[in-house]
């Protein structure tokens, strides 16, 4: 079946760095469009980035220039590489497919301190 792990969330200071990762299996990895989604407390979960499998990507504004998205197809792992962190990027971060339907992972938490 269709499973996606993400992984790498912490907590960091304003303006430090993080890498998220995400592997997926039950489906052909290298065909298919990645995307990062998060939702912070009290909030709806938000588009963040997208990676298509010609490795085509769009961001959410608020991330352009901060975020960077990428992909191993031999690895079957999704990355979102987040620089210059700011306290409202504060959330737990899942990585989703779109198949038959939007498959989800189970999140991981960042926190940003000011």
């Known amino acids: 079946q269709v499973q996606l792990a993400e992984s790498g969330g912490d907590l960091v200071q304003a303006g430090g760095s993080l890498r998220l990762s995400c592997t997926a299996s039950?489906?052909?990895?290298?065909?298919?469009?990645m995307d990062w989604y998060r939702q912070a407390p009290g909030k709806q979960r938000e588009f963040v980035a997208r990676i298509t499998s010609g490795d085509n990507t769009d961001y959410a504004d608020s991330v352009k220039g901060r975020f960077t998205i990428s992909r191993d197809n031999t690895k079957n792992t999704v990355y979102l590489q987040m620089n210059s962190l700011k306290p409202e990027d504060t959330a737990v971060y899942y990585c989703?497919?779109?198949?038959?339907?939007?498959?989800w992972g189970r999140g991981t938490q960042v926190t940003v301190s000011s």
């Open positions: 989703s497919v779109r198949l038959s339907r939007m498959f």
């Open positions: 039950g489906f052909i990895f290298s065909i298919v469009a």
